[in-house]
């Protein structure tokens, strides 16, 4: 799971945003792409990723799952291995903290963006959709203690959670979150850009997973929808790693990062995970 969403990350940042015409001409999968204006190297993985890790780790070593032990990860994920890819505010937030304790005093989280949901692929992996939404929404209040910001992150969590143990067609994942969420958002289908919000990456990502059949043409109808495509395709290769044929080209999996935090280190990670459900 944590090999393909970061490929989905990696894939999108080359979109994120990108004029309809860009993505349009080379959203083709045979390789990763430059952004037209960012600096970000093809291949490499964003904050999405990197904050999945930093969950991923937490919920592996079985440490508490409390507010001071998340943010105590988000920090030490960061500065060990300092990337571009957060927003700008909240990246010279980061940069300015050094401990979970620290983090919490000075966070404002007042965000109902996607930060939550971006990251919550691992918490899926639980038995229980009360373990499940439990722990969703005590990662989300940390940053994005919304109604938006849980809901969203509650969801992304849901849709890895019904796609891992099998809880029916993927073509239904959404009115299943629709009715364990009570709020039927969540089955209606997206359509055009997605723009910053949680709801909006979320539904984007429930709706390119429940229309295809494998992984590759949900990477490709995750960017097609253009906006902020590198969490959208996140988010549903979370899910879809589970349930959809990985026909992912190499050439993706070949070029992901591979520094200390790259490509073999999510895929031990990923084995460790697997014994969480």
């Not at 999108?12 to 083709?28: I, K, L, R």
Request: contains cysteine; glycine residues 10%.
């Amino acid at each position: 799971m944590l090999v393909e969403l970061a490929v989905g990350d990696a894939y999108g940042a080359g979109f994120e945003y990108a004029e309809p015409d860009f993505v349009a001409a080379h959203n083709t999968l045979r390789g990763y792409v430059s952004h037209p204006t960012h600096g970000q190297l093809p291949g490499a993985y964003t904050d999405d990723t990197q904050m999945t890790l930093a969950l991923a780790e937490l919920l592996a070593d079985g440490d508490p799952w409390t507010p001071e032990h998340i943010a105590e990860r988000f920090v030490d994920a960061f500065h060990r291995d300092p990337r571009p890819g957060y927003a700008g505010g909240f990246q010279a937030f980061l940069v300015g903290v050094r401990t979970g304790a620290d983090f919490l005093a000075r966070i404002r989280p007042h965000s109902d963006k996607s930060g939550a949901a971006m990251r919550v692929a691992p918490v899926g992996l639980l038995s229980t959709v009360d373990e499940v939404l439990h722990r969703a929404e005590v990662q989300a209040r940390v940053t994005h203690d919304t109604p938006d910001g849980i809901a969203s992150a509650s969801a992304a969590a849901l849709a890895v959670h019904y796609c891992r143990h099998g809880l029916g067609p993927v073509a239904e994942v959404g009115a299943w979150i629709a009715d364990r969420l009570g709020s039927p958002v969540w089955a209606r289908p997206w359509q055009g850009k997605v723009g910053s919000k949680g709801v909006m990456s979320v539904r984007a990502a429930l709706t390119a997973l429940a229309g295809h059949d494998s992984q590759s043409e949900v990477l490709r109808a995750c960017v097609a929808f253009t906006g902020d495509v590198d969490t959208v395709a996140t988010i549903a290769l979370a899910a879809a790693s589970w349930v959809l044929p990985n026909d992912l080209p190499q050439v993706l999996l070949d070029d992901l990062e591979n520094g200390t935090y790259g490509r073999d280190h999510l895929a031990q990670l990923d084995a460790r995970l697997r014994e969480c459900g």
